[in-house]
């Protein structure tokens, strides 16, 4: 499987040379059009070929040089003209990249553009993402119609805490521990989340705990073949949600896993999300002591209240 980085350079690959097609074959159709332009693109290339040549004579081409650049300037306002004539505005026939920056290709000034590293970011959240609807749970979609009596004010506070908490996220924001049963909204409310850090050009991992530990096991056992490893991603991406902790099956492996995990993140003081159907003891029973007492020392707790909205809606 490529990597990130290599799949990345792909699609800004395929980017440039489609972009770059399209305006070939726009040139080639006006071309048709207007002989005219044809014979005046045809001097501007000569006269880039010219000035190329002049720079290989040395010293005796300088006066050449200004000569051709004059030339080509000419040349260019002649162009913007006829373009004009047709209708057509003077950047008609430039290669129009989807990012400027660099010009498709990915590298500016000796290091990798904002454009792939965007990319890269992207991947690595599809990656992990182990839930398909994350693009569809939205704080915009998020009904409180569900919750009644005493659940629905604390669910109100708890939508607007996660929103706020989204809006105002930075590398150093606090943990937060969501339980509560399910089809309360846990999943929904951090997928939001997760799509509000990510908007905001911040590193997001979002997945089933399962899912996750389930990848960490294969690359310890060197099953899994990559460039790079998943658990330094999952240590030190900016936001780490950890949905459904509990529902995996909690070996020797998971216990350390986790803790390391909780551990390593909060030294590094980074922020996590840990979602679970599990009460407080049930945590304490399951997994290693430390993580308990590290999660109730450091994450904030919000515990949703209601019934079950997924029975509701059947
Ligand atoms: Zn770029």
């Known amino acids: 499987m490529p990597s990130n980085l ?13 972009a770059e097609l ?11 059009v207007s002989p005219e332009l044809k014979e005046i693109n045809y001097r501007i290339s000569r006269s880039g070929l ?3 040549k002049a720079i290989g004579a040395g010293s005796n081409g300088v006066n050449l040089i200004e000569q051709l650049a004059k030339q080509s300037l000419e040349l260019q306002t002649k162009r913007t003209e006829i373009l004009a004539s047709l209708g057509l505005p003077a950047d008609t026939l430039d290669v129009h990249y989807t990012c400027p920056v660099c010009e498709d290709t990915g590298v500016k000034d000796g290091h990798y553009c904002e454009c792939l590293k965007a990319l890269v970011k992207q991947f690595q959240f599809e990656n992990l993402c182990s839930c398909a609807p994350a693009k569809d749970s939205t704080f915009a979609n998020f009904t409180l119609d569900y919750y009644e009596g005493d659940a629905r004010p604390r669910m109100e506070q708890i939508y607007n805490y996660c929103k706020n908490w989204a809006a105002d996220f930075d590398k150093t924001s606090n943990s937060i521990l969501m339980c509560g049963q399910t ?3 846990k999943t929904h409310l951090s997928l939001a989340i997760a799509n509000a850090v990510v908007a905001k050009g911040y590193n997001v991992i979002y997945s089933s705990a399962g899912n996750l530990l389930s990848k960490l096991e294969k690359e310890k056992f060197g099953r899994l073949k990559s460039d790079e490893s998943p658990e330094d991603a999952v240590l030190s991406c900016d936001l780490l949600i950890l949905d459904d902790l509990g529902t995996e099956f909690v070996t020797e492996f998971v216990r350390a896993a986790i803790y390391n995990i909780v551990n390593t993140r909060i030294l590094s003081g980074l922020p996590t999300i840990i979602n679970t159907n599990l009460l407080y003891d049930e ?12 999660i109730i020392g450091d994450y904030t707790p919000l515990e949703f209240l209601g019934e079950d909205i997924r029975q509701i809606k059947a």
């Open 6 to 18: 290599e799949r990345a350079k792909a699609v800004i690959d395929s980017r440039r040379e489609n």
């Open 22 to 32: 399209v305006a070939e074959k726009k040139r080639f159709e006006l071309e048709t």
């Open 50 to 52: 010219d000035a190329l």
């Open 183 to 185: 089809g309360l909204g």
């Open 283 to 294: 945590i304490a029973d399951k997994y290693d002591k430390r993580v308990y007492s590290r």
